[in-house]
């Protein structure tokens, strides 16, 4: 069974930096895109960033130049290294990843989230 687990989130001060990781397992042919999303209390879950297997990433407006997704194809494996972060970033941050998985018949896609992660910011 395919599956995301993520790792890394906390308590951290305002301007304060914290690095997320995800990584799938599973029977995994092909892992295409990777992302991060976030949900704060009373919001919906939001897009934080995403990245393609072999492209240039995508950022929400409110993280551009402070947070950096990179992806370790070789492990199955997303970061999200978040730097100067404020209080309106605490959320749960969840991580999510198309997926091509290899079954005993044929390969099947399938979208898959992770637990998700709290990240809590505050002094």
């Known amino acids: 069974q395919v599956q995301l687990v993520e790792s890394g989130g906390g308590l951290v001060q305002p301007g304060g930096s914290l690095r997320l990781s995800c990584a799938a397992s599973g029977s995994i042919v092909r892992i295409d895109d990777m992302g991060w999303y976030r949900q704060a209390p009373g919001k919906q879950r939001e897009l934080v960033a995403s990245i393609p297997r072999g492209g240039n990433p995508n950022y929400a407006d409110s993280v551009k130049g402070r947070f950096t997704i990179s992806r370790d194809n070789a492990k199955n494996t997303v970061f999200l290294q978040m730097n100067s972060l404020k209080p309106e970033d605490t959320a749960v941050y969840y991580c999510?990843?198309?997926?091509?998985?290899?079954?005993?018949?044929?390969?099947?896609?399938?979208?898959?989230w992770g637990q998700g992660t709290l990240v809590t910011v505050s002094s």
């Open positions: 999510n990843a198309g997926i091509l998985e290899r079954t005993t018949g044929a390969s099947r896609y399938l979208g898959v």
